[in-house]
């Protein structure tokens, strides 16, 4: 089981020319955007990553998440657990054009020239991994609140809380 934090920065090119792995886990806190999505601190977010050059020479990295957080029921807004996996493998690149270049299956990851920000990377795919809308199983949801909640507070809410989908909105690659 993991257990040392991981590190928040590395240099993306040398650590794909070594192939290596980076290894951590991280706490909802410590990641500022993804916290707000979320119904409270508790949890844990294991990371394994590995970098690697393929055969035409990209430097690659394989991401893999699993997190177990907090978030809201949608119908009644208590919080409840919610598991995220994630698994994805991104093309490193230094430049906007290289990104656009890139072939269409890989997704690009634009990397800073020295070190790159690990937990920034883990926070984007973290957001990208969330269903829009979470619900507890019906048994479990507090229906005596779901009650309680007036329709027009709810349409006001949903009007001043942009939710998960702006974030994800402004993390979309632009696909032209
Ligand atoms: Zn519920």
């Given at each position: 089981m993991l257990t040392d934090p991981l590190p928040i920065t590395l240099d993306m090119r040398k650590a794909a020319v070594r192939g290596a792995g980076?290894?951590?886990?991280?706490?909802?806190?410590d990641l500022r955007r993804f916290r707000t999505l979320l119904a409270g601190d508790e949890g844990d977010i294991s990371v394994q990553m590995h970098c690697f050059r393929d055969e035409d020479g990209r430097y690659l990295v394989r991401v893999e998440i699993e997190a177990n957080v907090q978030v809201s029921c949608q119908r009644c807004l208590e919080a409840m657990p919610e598991h995220l996996s994630s698994d994805t493998t991104l093309a490193v690149v230094w430049t906007d054009t290289e990104a656009a270049n890139l072939p269409t299956y890989l997704e690009p990851f634009i990397a800073a020239e020295t070190t790159s920000n690990l937990w920034e990377l883990v926070e984007d795919e973290l957001i990208l991994s969330m269903r829009s809308f979470s619900y507890h199983d019906t048994a479990q949801c507090n229906r005596t609140a779901v009650a309680f909640v007036e329709p027009q507070l709810?349409?006001?809410a949903a009007a001043t809380n942009p939710g998960p989908f702006s974030v994800l909105d402004q993390l979309k690659p632009e696909k032209k």
């Open positions: 980076i290894s951590g886990v991280l706490k909802p806190r709810t349409a006001e």
